[in-house]
C-alpha cells in the first residue's frame, strides 16, 4: 500500500497528464488558434473603427469601458470551446471507455478536464486586456492604465472561472456535445441576462444571484459607484452590482458547480 | 317767478351734473389705479447673475455649497419666488426667496455630489400677475470624482482562493482514502 505521499504526487501527476492531454487536443483541434485571433482582433475593431471613420473617446476609462464590455462574449465563446465537450465527449464518443479503465482516480481525471478547460480560457481573457492595454498605451499613454483597469481584469478572471464551471457543469450531466456546449453558450448569453432583465425591469427585484448581473462589475469599476448597466447589452439598469456581493457570487458558482460537475461525472457510467 | 324757478331748477340740474361727472370722473381714476395694479410691470426683470460651487472638483460624496446669485433690478419687491436645482431633469433641492427692489441677493445650497460629469441648472420660477415667469442659468461643467468601486485586493484574493481550491481537490481523493484506510485499487 502506498504512502499518503506518494498517492497525492501521483495524483497530482495525473492531473497534469490530463491537464497536458486537453491542452494538445484544444491545440490540435485548432480551437486555441481561433480563441486567440478572436482575443486580439476583437479589441482591434475598437482602434481601427474610430481611427478611421471616427474619433476615440475622450478619456482612457471611456476606452476601456467601451472595449471591455465586449470582453463578457469572448469569455462565453471560449468557454464554450474548451469546456463545452470537456466530460460529455468522453461518453457520447465512448473514449471514456480507455480513460476510465486506467488506474487513473476518475476524479482527478475530470478535475484535470476541468483545469484544461479553464487555463487556456484564462489566457484568452489575458491576451484580450493585453491587446487592449497597448491600444490604450497607444492613444493615451502609460497614464491611461489605471488601478481600476487592472481591478477590471481580475474580475473578468473571476468570471471566467464561473463561466467555464457553468459550461463544465451543463458538459458533465448533459448526453450530447452540442446540446452541452449550446445551453452554457446561450445560458451565459441570453437566458441568465433575460432572466435578470425580468426580475429587473418587470419584478424590479435586484438579481444578485444571477451570474451575468455580477458580470457588470467588469466595466463597472470604470465609473466608480455610479451604475451604468451590465450585460453584453450595456443597458440602463436600475439597479448595479454590489462589488463584494457580485464577487462572492462568482466564486460561489465556480466552486459549487466545479464540485457539482465533478462529483455527478465521476458517478456518471458508461452506457 | 317763473325765472326763478327755472333758476333753481338749472342750478339744481347744474350740481346733479357737477357730481354725477365729479363721480364718474372719480370712477375713472378707481379704475386705472386697479389697472396700474394688475397689469405686470412692462420689463419684468429678475435674472440669476452667477451660479458658483463652494468646490468645482469635488469627490463623489462630497457635500458642497452651490451659491446662486439673483438680482432684482425692478423698483418694486418680488415675494413667493421659487428657486431650485435641477441635475439633469431632477429637482435636487429647492427653497421659497424673496427679493426687494434693486437688489442683489445670493442663495446657498448644499448638495451632496454624485459621480461622473454633472451639470447642475439653477431655476427660479414664479406666479407673477397670473403669468408663469421660469428663468434658468446652466453652469459648466464639472467633474465629480466618483468613489472607486472596491478593491484591487479582493478580486486577487478571489481568483487565488479559486486556484487553491480546485489544485487542492486534486489532494482531498488521496487524504479521504488515507483516512478511511482504502487503497486507490479500492477506490
Known amino acids: 500500500m502506498k504512502s499518503i505521499k506518494e498517492d497525492m504526487m501521483e495524483d497530482i501527476k495525473n492531473t497534469c497528464l490530463t491537464v497536458s492531454f486537453e491542452l494538445k487536443r484544444h491545440f490540435r483541434m485548432k480551437r486555441m488558434i481561433i480563441s486567440f485571433l478572436l482575443a486580439i482582433g476583437l479589441p482591434l475593431i475598437f482602434y481601427i473603427v474610430p481611427l478611421i471613420w471616427a474619433s476615440f473617446p475622450d478619456t482612457a476609462e471611456g476606452f476601456a469601458t467601451l472595449n471591455l464590455s465586449f470582453v463578457n462574449l469572448l469569455i462565453i465563446i471560449s468557454g464554450s470551446l474548451f469546456a463545452g465537450d470537456a466530460v460529455v465527449g468522453e461518453f457520447e464518443e465512448k473514449t471514456g471507455l480507455l480513460l476510465f479503465s486506467t488506474p487513473q482516480r476518475h476524479s482527478t481525471i475530470f478535475v484535470g478536464k476541468y483545469i484544461g478547460a479553464l487555463l487556456p480560457t484564462l489566457v484568452v481573457v489575458s491576451i484580450y486586456y493585453l491587446t487592449t492595454s497597448i491600444e490604450i498605451i497607444g492613444i493615451y499613454g502609460v497614464e491611461g492604465i489605471t488601478l481600476e483597469y487592472f481591478k477590471s481584469f481580475f474580475i473578468a478572471l473571476v468570471y471566467t472561472t464561473s463561466a467555464v464551471s457553468l459550461i463544465f457543469f451543463f458538459s458533465s450531466i448533459l448526453k450530447r456535445k452540442i446540446t452541452s456546449t449550446l445551453l452554457g453558450f446561450f445560458s451565459l448569453l441570453m437566458i441568465l441576462p433575460i432572466i435578470e432583465n425580468v426580475l429587473q425591469f418587470l419584478v424590479e427585484v435586484e438579481p444578485w444571484y444571477i451570474l451575468t448581473y455580477s458580470a457588470g462589475l467588469i466595466t463597472n469599476v470604470f465609473v466608480g459607484t455610479t451604475p451604468i448597466g451590465g450585460g453584453p447589452g450595456g443597458q440602463m439598469g436600475q439597479f448595479s452590482p454590489d462589488f463584494y456581493s457580485g464577487l462572492t457570487v462568482m466564486v460561489a458558482y465556480t466552486l459549487i458547480l466545479f464540485f457539482l460537475a465533478v462529483f455527478i461525472a465521476s458517478k456518471r457510467r458508461m452506457e | ?187
Open chain 2, 1 to 187: 317767478m317763473m325765472w326763478k324757478r327755472m333758476r333753481s331748477s338749472g342750478l339744481t340740474l347744474f350740481v346733479i351734473t357737477l357730481l354725477l361727472i365729479s363721480a364718474s370722473a372719480l370712477h375713472v381714476v378707481g379704475e386705472e389705479d386697479e389697472a396700474i395694479k394688475q397689469q405686470p410691470p412692462d420689463d419684468l426683470d429678475i435674472s440669476i447673475t452667477n451660479l458658483t460651487f463652494s468646490n468645482p472638483e469635488p469627490e463623489e460624496g462630497e457635500v458642497i455649497t452651490i451659491s446662486v446669485t439673483v438680482r432684482n433690478n425692478m423698483a418694486q419687491r418680488i415675494d413667493d419666488l421659487t428657486l431650485s436645482l435641477m441635475r439633469f431633469d431632477q429637482n435636487i433641492t429647492e427653497k421659497e426667496i424673496s427679493i426687494g427692489p434693486e437688489e442683489e441677493e445670493t442663495f446657498d445650497f448644499e448638495w451632496e455630489a454624485v459621480g461622473g460629469t454633472q451639470t447642475i441648472t439653477a431655476v427660479l420660477s414664479a406666479e407673477v400677475f397670473g403669468e408663469r415667469i421660469e428663468i434658468s442659468l446652466r453652469s459648466e461643467d464639472i467633474d465629480v470624482e466618483p468613489e472607486p468601486l472596491g478593491d484591487i485586493y479582493s478580486p486577487i484574493l478571489a481568483i487565488l482562493f479559486i486556484f487553491a481550491v480546485v489544485f487542492g481537490s486534486v489532494l482531498i481523493p488521496s487524504i479521504v482514502a488515507s483516512f478511511s484506510g482504502k487503497s486507490k485499487d479500492e477506490d
